[in-house]
């Protein structure tokens, strides 16, 4: 049987006080946030621990680690509980440190990133107690991510997933109509399900773009099965010298999709010489990494510190279900970024266009294809 939480004496007090003055018709006109994060009307909690792993990528990789660290951080101080975290330096840290924090009493792990799958479930089935969040990976009949149904192989496991396909749609348009050579490229770390989810909507946003506006505008790095990949997440030589042969194709604009490659397409950006942009993915790359405003014509966005946030929150407060969650434009959980500095460098009517093609996307007269619908 999961630990029942214990609410602090004084948040206690006021939801009470709270509840007797409502049922006299009265309610108070604010009520007191008796957690730390400011904001929230969330009681502490005196023995609740969440916890965290990352993958090999590190909670400082600007991107999806981060995000969900951040998530889960705002959602423990609200709580007023200390949040327990573990990195992970490789593949082989993933068991290890799941059970490690299973060691420390953990009331719900988030593990962030679909190369987590098989060592959550593995620990889920070994301690059904646990509440677990699978970030982008459904936990669903294979380590890949591919057969999603809606249930995850462990009972509890809530995975959090993210349609970003829709919102790389957006992302393909906008760079179909930035172009200026009408090749416009992207590449991945592995082909994993949730890194080609975002070459298929940008790929299908460039095509019906050029659909629409009859005009040629060439999709390089992925066909929609095979592409260009790096073999991995790390920002090394692979990642380099994969985005330099998508730009030798006479790419103007290039999505690295995988965490910290994007590096790898900056230094190529650079060592060419040419007017090239550049779009993120999961988190503003504009924001979490200043060295890539002058390339970042927008970032593909994973609303994942919100999902975290809200996921480790309810666990605290007693309140934690176990349905997969599913990011959509429609939900606010995917989207783009602005513009920022290409603001004045795209066309004037790009915006409306977008705003045009999002509501499309969200009624469904606009198909986009993804393993997720």
Known sequence: ???????????????????????????????????????????????????????????????????????????????????????????????????????????????????????????????PDIEYVLIDDSADGGEDGQTFDGKADEANIKPLLYNTAEAAFLAGYAAADYTKTGTVGTYGGMPFPTVTIFMDGFKQGAEYYAKEKKKDVEVVGWDGKNGSFTGGFEANEAATSTAKQILDQDVDVILPVGGPIYQGAITAIEDSGKDIAMLGVDADLYETDPATQPYVLTSILKGMKVSTYEAVLAAGKDEFDFAPYIGTLENGGVDIAPFHEFEDKVNPELESELETVRAGIIDGSIEVKSYLG
């Open 1 to 127: 049987m999961k630990k029942s939480r214990k609410v602090v004496a004084s948040g206690l007090v006021s939801l009470l006080a709270a509840a007797t003055l409502a049922a006299c018709g009265d309610a108070p006109e604010e009520e007191t946030n008796t957690g730390t994060g400011g904001g929230s009307e969330t009681p502490a909690v005196s023995d609740f621990l969440p916890c965290i792993v990352s993958d090999a990528g590190g909670f400082d990789d600007k991107s999806f680690n981060q995000l969900g660290y951040e998530g889960a951080k705002q959602a423990a101080d609200e709580l007023g509980v200390e949040l327990k975290d573990v990195e992970s330096n490789s593949e082989n840290d993933y068991g290890p440190n799941l059970e490690s924090l299973v060691g420390e009493g953990c009331d719900v792990i988030v593990t962030v990133g679909f190369a987590l799958a098989s060592a959550t479930k593995e620990s889920a089935a070994a301690n």
